[in-house]
């Protein structure tokens, strides 16, 4: 008997455990979605193509918050994702031992580190670094001009932006791709190797032909972190609420203007409003990716069965 | 089943506990939150009436807009904003509104070789420059009142604050009067649309790019520029003096306020007449409920005001803000007698 109920009661921890955590993102949502009535009952769906972001007037849109978003984190990830595939394949396929824990615990720890350190970092040496060395380079292509163009002032700008989220999302993507590479099948490989082929060629021909699925979890993964990282962002981004394509330029991003603005938009019930919809706004775009990964991994899982 | 619903009473049980112990404000000890301006004041005084007293002041730094939607919620004892609230405002949640320290806000600078104090300003020529309508730091009109210095041929980098903050309110209210454009375009507000230029967060944050970025403009609440040595700009005030920010020129912007006939001291001390008057000057203020829970609550609140205001001073002044003074000080403490007990 006493085995029976020691059982049920793990088994009803377990269950509000599962239930607690539905609970409370239940909760979130719907306190979003009732706090953002305000706002959504003013501006209605012109609000996400809006690039209006006046609190004096009471005019807001979240366009120039969505595309930061958007632009930042498409920059990280083209940044983050071949250099997160070289380092876990180094570590996997090509160096020795000793290196390999070494380097790996390096990235690892680079997971560790606050955004905020990261947030210092950016501001103090990053961006007056980029200013000096690397954005000049960019705004001579003049052709790119609605890219490359605008007035920089102190490196900070969407760009910048990116390149942080891209150190702080290289350790997840890394440690992800480094225990998929260490799955494939070593008799595949094998027989790659048997088949006289190369190093190279076993590598793009096997290694991350079978890797496929776990590439884009990893991706979706970085995605999903630097969407709504807030704190290193809103040191480097310049914090201007213009709507540009220009990418060197001030920007601003969903999670930064909720940090910016909250304190002050407590008592302007539109305002708080309209923070509260941008907050929710955000909450989707996870949602979606996470859904659209789901489904890719699917539907990969399908065409690949063969490999794994 | 059974075992379900002892679970969650524990649950709850533990839940209610937690939030019985914390939300206890009873006794002698205050709550406030609001302003991050006067931060550094209030926490230096709490720190002081509590040595001398025991009685804890426990104040939260989360901004004005947060301190006046607490106060309103009464979940403090206390609100604090350095935005003042309108009269209808004040009325409609039954708040007293006084004035409770006073500061400036300076206009800072990064020019190479250019030392603090150098560099004159206009009001039109600070609008101009937020407004990005001028560029460059040789623009003639720069030019024509700064002969003797030398400035670079270079743009002009604009920094303002990224959060909303009442050190903006201060700042675009005063460039409001100064400037119909600007009030047209951008108005005042803690936070607004910037035509232009790169947000830092905080003053530090502000002081921060301003150190960091050649060529830049900015402005920080006055302790921060002499903390962080940045230069700052001496800017002609309504009386056409070019005038220095500095302990003694805020309170000659105090001194030309007319407190006794503004209905809830919502006195903005920007643009103030006077020869000695600092045109960016601005007022804390304190906002308290008129009807209190107990006449215990009434006296612990005056007692520490009544302190702050006689003792809280000489701490005040260390971190350069003004006192107010005596004579808006026995104003509000008349006002205190009309508070009442539910």
């Known amino acids: 008997m006493p085995k029976i109920k020691s059982d049920k009661i793990f088994h009803s921890i377990t269950a509000l455990s599962g239930i607690f955590i539905l609970t409370v993102l239940a909760g979130i949502f719907i306190i979003l979605i009732i706090s953002s009535f305000q706002s959504f009952s003013r501006f209605g769906f012109g609000f996400l193509f809006s690039a209006d972001w006046n609190p004096v007037q009471g005019n807001f849109g979240a366009a120039s918050s969505i595309f930061g978003t958007l632009v930042s984190t498409v920059i990280a990830l083209l940044i983050a994702l071949p250099l997160s595939i070289m380092i876990a394949l180094f570590l996997v396929e090509y160096s020795p031992p000793i290196l390999s824990t070494s380097v790996g615990f390096a990235i690892e720890l680079l997971a560790a580190i606050p955004s905020i350190v990261y947030g210092m970092w950016g501001l103090f040496v990053l961006a007056p670094f980029l200013e000096k060395n690397i954005i000049p380079a960019f705004q001579n292509i003049k052709f790119l001009w609605f890219v490359f163009g605008g007035k920089v002032i102190g490196g900070q700008g969407v760009f910048t932006a990116g390149v942080i989220l891209s150190v702080m999302i290289i350790p997840y993507i890394t440690s992800v791709m480094r225990d998929v590479f260490k799955m494939v099948n070593p008799v595949l490989k094998e027989s790659g190797f048997g088949m006289g082929a190369t190093r190279w060629e076993v590598t793009r021909d096997i290694t991350l032909v079978a890797s496929l699925r776990g590439l884009v979890g990893a991706t979706f993964l970085g995605l999903g972190r630097a969407v709504g990282e807030t704190m290193a962002v809103t040191f480097v981004i310049g914090n201007g609420h213009n709507f540009t394509t220009e990418i060197f330029r001030e920007g601003n991003t969903i999670a930064s203007t909720l940090a910016n603005d909250f304190g002050e938009a407590a008592d302007q019930p539109l305002f708080y409003g309209v923070l509260m919809e941008l907050a929710l706004i955000l909450f989707a775009i996870t949602i979606i990716m996470q859904l659209a990964s789901n489904w890719w991994i699917q539907r990969i899982a399908k065409k690949s069965g063969a490999l794994n | ?342």
């Open chain 2, 1 to 342: 089943m059974k075992i379900y619903a002892v679970t969650v009473l524990i649950a709850f049980a533990a839940l209610s506990y937690g939030c019985n112990t914390k939300g206890s404000v009873s006794g002698k000890n205050l709550s406030g939150a609001g302003a991050s301006f006067p931060f550094p004041a209030y926490s230096k005084w709490a720190y002081e009436y509590h040595q001398k007293t025991n009685i804890q002041i426990n104040y939260q730094s989360v901004g004005s807009g947060a301190g006046i939607a607490q106060i309103k919620k009464k979940t403090v004892d206390f609100g604090a904003s350095d935005k003042p609230l309108k009269v209808e405002e004040l009325d409609k949640h039954g708040l007293m509104q006084f004035p409770m320290l006073m500061g400036g806000v300076v206009v800072v600078f990064n020019i190479p070789g250019i030392k603090t104090g150098e560099l004159k300003l206009t009001p039109e020529i600070i609008s101009g420059i937020f407004s990005c309508k001028v560029k460059k730091w040789n623009d003639h009109e720069i030019v024509k009142i700064n002969p003797t210095l030398k400035l670079p041929d270079e743009e002009i980098n604009t920094i303002h604050r990224a959060d909303g903050s009442g050190t903006t309110w201060i700042f675009t209210n005063y460039l409001s009067k100064v400037s119909p454009v600007w009030k047209k375009n951008t108005g005042t507000g803690k936070a607004v649309s910037w035509p232009c230029g790169i947000g830092g967060k905080g003053n530090e944050g502000v002081a921060a790019n301003i150190k960091k970025i050649k060529n830049s403009i900015g402005y920080v609440e006055y302790a921060y520029s002499l903390q962080n040595s940045i230069p700052f700009t001496l800017i002609r005030n309504k009386s056409g003096k070019f005038v220095k920010p500095s302990s003694s020129s805020f309170q000659a912007a105090a001194a030309n306020a007319e407190w006794e006939k503004t209905p809830g001291f919502r006195v903005v001390l920007t643009d103030q007449n006077g020869e000695d008057s600092w045109p960016i000057t601005g007022a804390t203020f304190i906002l308290i409920h008129r009807v209190q829970p107990d006449k215990g609550k009434i006296k612990a609140l005056t007692s520490y005001f009544k302190w702050c205001y006689e003792n809280g001073g000489e701490s005040a002044k260390k971190l350069h803000y003004v006192p107010m003074p005596s004579k808006v000080v026995r104003l509000v403490e008349k006002q205190w007698k009309t508070l009442t007990v539910k």
